[in-house]
């Protein structure tokens, strides 16, 4: 049964001789390990290239194609459109019909309120709202992504944007660098998507993003405070301390309670609708239009009463007309010009983490794939034309992207139509928003980014892994307490450092023998497990590079030190023998056999003999092209655990 | 015998009943999972904080004393002399007066040569010949390092200088930027070692360090053919290509006959000792005392020829006495704070890294333990006291090492000896070197950087592993074409590229069983592995971590949809279940579980139904938790992968 048995690969199975009754196990039957056939450079390298940057195989259709297919397959690939919507049917077209209304109604408020969070006058967010969306349906894959300014991505912007420059003081300049900062993060997003970078954004972890985005959704409602409470002296920080400061300096009578009026009424009519929508599927259309019925209900009662003179402060008016060209406005020279980079490089790949995150659920959900990096090429395209076209950074929308798989959107044309609707307010409707209070774009924006807030994901991480709670409350407080680059950076700095410790820290185990078994466990986890006497167990439970090979070698070293003692308190036989089980250890560098090496050389000074039990392919070739192999000897190589403890000791596997 | 069998521990090895033969087994016996017993959540923290920053445990000695030996053991903790002192006698300062007297010999023509290196007059660099050593026969633990300036941190310091001052036309402003840097190495070397970073060092790969260290040897033997070759126009530039370029220029015309002979003859004269040093080890001392014979002789020769009125440059005046105090000299504001800063952190963690290197490698050859933390504290204080009184930043050498070792040191008194030498000869012999020729110095420095190269260590990397080669070749070549500054980015980056890819594209294995056996092994690497008809098994080889877990999720994804259309074309059962073999899956993360349940849903979509082989402790309990294991059902977990494929198709195992 084991006559044809091979060289172990990690698992570490034995055969039937091993296992039978102790009776019989006269002769143990040790499998030879075996050195695998050797790679080519080539082979390995291309593998290993394929793996990290074409893991998806994105060219597999280009396979045994003409080229005039090949040409067609391309063209496909960069504008998707021209695959799917060959296949386009008036159903498909009812679906977006339906959704891209919906959309529109939910976005018209959010941008002119975003822009305000970005800074810049509300007109821009409706611009966002018109150019970026078609690139996008031409060129992205996510069927039910809706794009558009998002309330993070513009608090993140208006924050950096305005540690640079002064909106009130400068305006010229503040837009001009918004609109670099733009072209900078299309530029970020293209280069990562075609570089097929993608997997940087991965290091985001999904704890730091739940913390980062709560706080963030905070912030942001804080900022609505001014608007809501009618507020006219209000901090340029965004800490909850000084927004608090601001709010109850000027209480009470810096709060207009007009504003105030309108502002509580409105957010409890949003809550309400939200709440009927929640309840009943079919009437998902009630919370996506009461934002818009909100607007017009109150801009109607401002108009009628003229509150704006007894102190409610409106939007004013919104110019006009399409997008102007921009492509002049941006600094490709001077200072403004790597600000405008940094600010971009940081808010396109924030803008990414939300868009990917979106396409990825919603692929899920809907069960298709989509490639990340080409999606990223896409969102990219769509920022660098927007910037030209007075377009700041555009993402996926949360809340317009939930909404529009909710209202039975089939592809990407919802976002069309979205577009037109905006495009039609752009062109006549602009001058209906001039009664637009501020306080129902805040009560709309706190409305809006309330399920931002996920405290049952934040719940689920800290029953999980402890660690990745700290990373999300770092990131939660840090935005909330300090400012959004503060957190965003500490949920960086985090997810870095628990890359750094499951790197640097592998765990590592004593193992025992299960009595009455050849079963070799963790003895912390498992009492019952004892030690063989004069045998040291160790597993090692990650591969050995530099990163780790020191601390692999020390963390061995101690524990034979500390047996060691133990064992001479105790007079039981000294450790002869250090078996290091190396099943875990999925392959080592050059650092880790330097370390191997020591830790050889050291054992023999105190005549304890080192056994490795296990080593995987990669592992052993590396061992035999070094000669370690050689220096430690071939026969003192096992398959198993419990075949090298009964080379070292024969007579204690039979023993119970 | 299986009766108390336990659950699994990544090792994965089965009892006797799924073992025996075929006509047994009739009821195959499964494991229970068992979810390990809960660690308190500040005991898990604990650990973990143990095993990052002490696992070497330095407090050990501490417990279980009382509080005046705990004191006592404080200070022999900072200062080791203390403890050390005690158990010195004549014997071993007989080892330590000759190994002294050796290292001083040479020590003495590289201080005078590295100091040009580093831009500054030769007195400085036996300053720090005099006053480091000192500090660190107080406080550090190795026995063998030799302590003052070295090549290559000397070529890094005056690179990085000379980019922000010249030190021609600014030498006040350059000694003190150079003092400046060296104090903040000295605070970034006590900063780590205090907070127990020390294990950042070890992020510069082994590859990356032999690359760079070959390529700063090539780059500083390239700067002494100015003074070899007694060209009088060189380029302030280190790249191979800029010096070629002064080379060839200036030739023949720029090029000192008489400087040339004196430099060829005595680099012969020192590679001739060398190579009888290799030969006979108890002709050590003379590979030691060749460079300053040579100094001493080619002084003579000079002052009796006047050959420096022929155009062969010389030293010059050597202020006599000892270090001047420079603590008014370190900039602590302004604008050179900052680059002092910069450089010093850059030039400490690299000292660091050759000190650390030295220390250890002496350490396992002589089979003693030293606490890499508390030498980064030792080398720390020793540079900024070295800052306050005139020195430059100093560290472990490897020729005076190696030779401090083969000369048969005991202690470091042996660098207490250097330094008394080192201080007679700024008292009373500085002008002795005045009519020593800049060529004697070339020729030194050239002989002692030669060993740098490390041509063995780089084909042997070669052989490991080419990922390794790649980085130590970019190093290596980024320092000789580009500069030092950049060599250095490039092996850092390389460093953690790499570890980026480790921790990003683990690897994943297709699964088949070996015939004749339970034994499940990797497809690619075992052709005679046969898949089971309609069942996938996948082995993933990493924990999976929030950097993974998209990539893991997909490339799972990816094989099945390949497998399944290889198994429509050729007619077979379709894929009903996937098997993912867990055992090197140490740990999961919250983005892993969520993969877990993409995976499981995008599955469930198929009709293929998803299994667990052999997952971890860690992971269960996360599973458990995270109510994944609820939701894909306990009955849907197995101990191995045969058990888990016996449940799926309980006749696959019978047959043959």
């Given at each position: 049964m084991s006559g044809s048995a091979h060289p172990m690969d990690g698992e570490g199975e034995l055969s039937a001789a091993d296992m039978s009754s102790p009776r019989q196990t006269n002769t143990p039957f040790v499998h030879k390990v075996e050195v695998p056939?050797?790679?080519?450079?080539?082979?390995?390298?291309?593998?290993?290239?394929?793996e990290t940057f074409f893991h998806d195989d994105p060219l597999r259709h280009f396979k045994d194609q003409s080229l005039s297919k090949k040409l067609m397959l391309g063209l496909q690939s960069v504008f998707p459109v021209s695959e799917w919507g060959l296949k386009y049917n008036l159903k498909m077209f009812r679906g977006d019909f339906i959704a891209g209304l919906t959309i529109a109604s939910l976005c018209i408020p959010q941008d002119i309120g975003y822009s305000k969070l970005a800074g810049l006058n509300p007109k821009y967010g409706l611009y966002s709202s018109f150019v970026p969306p078609l690139v996008y349906a031409f060129m992205g894959s996510s069927r039910d992504i809706a794009i558009g300014p998002v309330a993070v991505v513009s608090l993140l912007?208006?924050?950096?944007?305005?540690?640079?420059?002064?909106?009130?003081?400068?305006?010229?300049?503040y837009l001009r660098l918004a609109f670099t900062a733009t072209f900078f993060a299309g530029v970020t997003q293209v280069t990562l998507g075609f570089f097929r970078l993608g997997f940087l954004i991965d290091f985001l972890s999904h704890a730091a993003v739940v913390g980062f985005m709560g706080g963030a959704a905070i912030t942001i409602a804080l900022q609505q405070l001014k608007g809501f409470l009618g507020i006219k002296k209000f901090t340029k920080k965004t800490s909850i301390v000084a927004v608090f400061q601001s709010v109850f300096s000027s209480a009470p009578h810096g709060w207009n309670w007009q504003t105030i009026l309108i502002s509580i009424s409105f957010l409890i009519f949003l809550l309400v609708c939200k709440f009927i929508g929640k309840k009943s599927k079919k009437l998902f259309w009630i919370p996506a239009v009461a934002p818009l019925l909100s607007v017009i209900i109150s801009t109607f009662f401002v108009y009628i009463?003229?509150?704006?003179?007894?102190?409610?402060?409106?939007?004013?008016?919104?110019?006009?007309?399409?997008?102007?060209?921009?492509?002049?406005?941006?600094?490709?020279?001077?200072?403004?010009?790597?600000?405008?980079?940094?600010?971009?490089?940081?808010?396109?790949?924030?803008?990414?983490?939300?868009?990917?995150?979106?396409?990825?659920?919603?692929?899920?959900?809907?069960?298709?794939?989509?490639?990340?990096?080409?999606?990223?090429?896409?969102?990219?395209a769509m920022n660098v034309i927007g910037s030209m076209t007075s377009c700041y950074v555009a993402t996926g929308s949360f809340s317009r992207?939930?909404?529009?798989?909710?209202?039975?959107?089939?592809?990407?044309?919802?976002?069309?139509?979205?577009?037109?609707?905006?495009?039609?307010?752009?062109?006549?409707?602009?001058?209906?928003?001039?009664?637009?209070?501020?306080?129902?774009?805040?009560?709309?924006?706190?409305?809006?980014?309330?399920?931002?807030?996920?405290?049952?994901?934040?719940?689920?991480?800290?029953?999980?892994d402890k660690l990745d709670f700290v990373a999300c409350m770092g990131a939660f407080l840090g935005v909330i307490f300090a400012s959004v680059?503060?957190?965003?950076?500490?949920?960086?700095?985090?997810?870095?450092?628990?890359?750094?410790?499951?790197?640097t820290r592998?765990?590592?185990?004593?193992?025992g023998k299960i009595p009455r078994t050849s079963v070799y466990r963790n003895i912390h986890q498992y009492p019952e497990a004892t030690m063989v006497p004069g045998v040291m167990i160790i597993r090692v439970d990650s591969a050995i590079y530099f990163s780790?090979?020191?601390?692999?070698?020390?963390?061995?070293?101690?524990?034979?030190?500390?047996?060691?003692?133990?064992?001479?308190?105790?007079?039981?036989?000294?450790?002869?023998?250090?078996?290091?089980?190396?099943?875990?250890?999925?392959?080592?560098?050059?650092?880790?056999i330097h370390a191997l090496e020591d830790l050889y050389k050291s054992l023999q000074k105190r005549d304890i003999q080192l056994v490795l039990a296990n080593p995987g392919p990669l592992v052993i070739d590396k061992l035999h092209v070094s000669n370690f192999a050689d220096m430690l000897g071939y026969d003192?190589?096992?398959?198993?655990?419990?075949?090298?403890?009964?080379?070292?000791?024969?007579?204690?596997?039979?023993?119970?």
């Open positions: 056939p050797k790679q080519s450079l080539f082979n390995e390298f291309m593998y290993t290239f394929k912007l208006g924050t950096l944007l305005r540690a640079e420059i002064d909106p009130t003081t400068s305006p010229n300049e009463t003229r509150a704006d003179r007894k102190g409610v402060k409106i939007v004013n008016h919104l110019d006009k007309g399409i997008n102007p060209s921009s492509l002049r406005l941006i600094y490709f020279s001077g200072d403004y010009l790597a600000k405008g980079i940094r600010i971009g490089v940081v808010s396109g790949m924030v803008a990414l983490t939300e868009a990917v995150a979106i396409g990825r659920s919603f692929a899920a959900k809907k069960d298709y794939q989509i490639d990340g990096n080409k999606e990223m090429v896409a969102l990219g992207s939930a909404v529009n798989f909710v209202a039975g959107c089939q592809t990407a044309v919802s976002n069309i139509i979205m577009s037109m609707v905006v495009l039609l307010t752009l062109l006549f409707l602009t001058p209906l928003f001039k009664y637009t209070p501020n306080a129902i774009l805040a009560a709309i924006i706190i409305n809006a980014v309330i399920p931002l807030i996920d405290v049952h994901a934040a719940v689920l991480i800290f029953k999980i680059e503060i957190g965003l950076l500490i949920s960086v700095g985090i997810s870095f450092a628990k890359i750094l410790l499951q790197v592998p765990r590592t185990a004593i193992l780790n090979s020191n601390y692999v070698r020390e963390r061995i070293q101690r524990w034979l030190i500390d047996e060691e003692e133990k064992v001479k308190a105790v007079s039981l036989p000294n450790i002869q023998f250090l078996i290091i089980e190396m099943s875990p250890v999925t392959d080592i560098d050059t650092s880790g003192k190589i096992f398959l198993t655990v419990a075949e090298a403890v009964n080379s070292c000791c024969p007579k204690q596997s039979d023993e119970v």
